[in-house]
């Protein structure tokens, strides 16, 4: 679907957490995202690190230089499960 969206004019970026995948795929453009599957936006209730990863896919559809190129935003799940985790407290959110 992105090749389609592309070959009509419309700039793409997908989101990827698996780089195996990706790398034989050769999508135009994707952000790996150390994450896990399924958990494209990091953890629940973490508004601050989804609007990271939509601004990162953004930044990326302007500024990849050639099809296929992948970037690799220093984020980790650990850091983003222990934040979800205590913004889940704060929140009262069992």
């Known amino acids: 679907m992105q ?19 990706t790398e034989q795929i050769k999508p135009p453009r994707a952000v790996f995202l150390p994450f896990m ?9 973490h508004k601050e690190l989804q609007r990271r990863v939509i601004l990162e896919a953004l930044d990326h559809l302007v500024d990849a230089k ?3 190129e992948v970037k690799f ?14 913004i889940k407290k704060a929140l009262d959110i069992k």
């Open 66 to 68: 050639e099809s296929g």
């Open 37 to 45: 599957m399924g958990h494209h936006f990091g953890v629940p209730y």
């Open 3 to 21: 090749r389609a969206l592309e070959a009509r004019g419309i700039p793409t970026v997908s989101l990827s957490v698996a780089l195996d995948v």
């Open 73 to 86: 935003p220093p984020l980790s799940w650990a850091k983003a499960r222990k934040e979800g985790i205590a």
